[in-house]
């Protein structure tokens, strides 16, 4: 199976594609480059503290997003589940937009309809980090990951589902 998606693959496919070593990366990541050698090479799964700080380093959104589904997999059906009804309602907006014939009046309604959803993404999105934040917690030692720097840079779904 070499041609599997993980996470490491996706690492280094975007670190590759901002013409990054490992050195770079693990330098602005404030991480050892050995460390992100095991990410991709033998698939290691960080913490999510130690990946928001690998995501933030490449601006990679999509990067954490893949982490969440190898991870957290639970987590992720849910919120996928939950944003697929979403996505159905774009689609039938994405319709509505591409006639000719349509007014000012409903293409105004079809934009606050689309903010609506963004909204609602948004909320699921906080709610998943919310979970994996309690399951990153040891009652033995305290997280250093907040997830809140997560929250503020999300993209917007439109972003996401083009």
Not at 19 to 40: D, F, G, P, Q, S
Not at 103 to 112: A, D, F, G, Q
Not at 135 to 143: D, E, G, T
């Amino acid at each position: 199976m070499e041609n599997e998606v993980t996470l490491g693959s996706l690492l280094r496919d975007r670190r590759k594609k901002l013409k990054l070593t490992t050195e770079e990366l693990a330098k602005k990541a404030a991480v050892n480059r050995t460390y992100i050698t095991k990410i991709e090479k033998h698939n290691k799964l960080p913490s999510p503290f130690v990946m928001e700080r690998i995501c933030k380093a490449l601006s990679s959104y999509d990067l954490f997003s893949g982490y969440i589904k190898m991870k957290y997999p639970d987590v992720y059906i849910v919120t996928y589940f939950r944003q697929a009804p979403l996505k159905d309602e774009l689609e039938k907006i994405h319709k509505k937009l591409n006639k000719k014939n349509i007014s000012v009046e409903e293409t105004n309604k079809l934009i606050s309809h689309i903010s609506d959803i963004e909204t609602r993404v948004q909320n699921l999105k906080v709610k998943a980090l919310e979970i994996i934040k309690k399951r990153a917690k040891s009652p033995n030692k305290k997280s250093r990951w907040d997830g809140e720097s997560y929250t503020k840079g999300l993209l917007p779904i439109r972003d996401i589902l083009s």
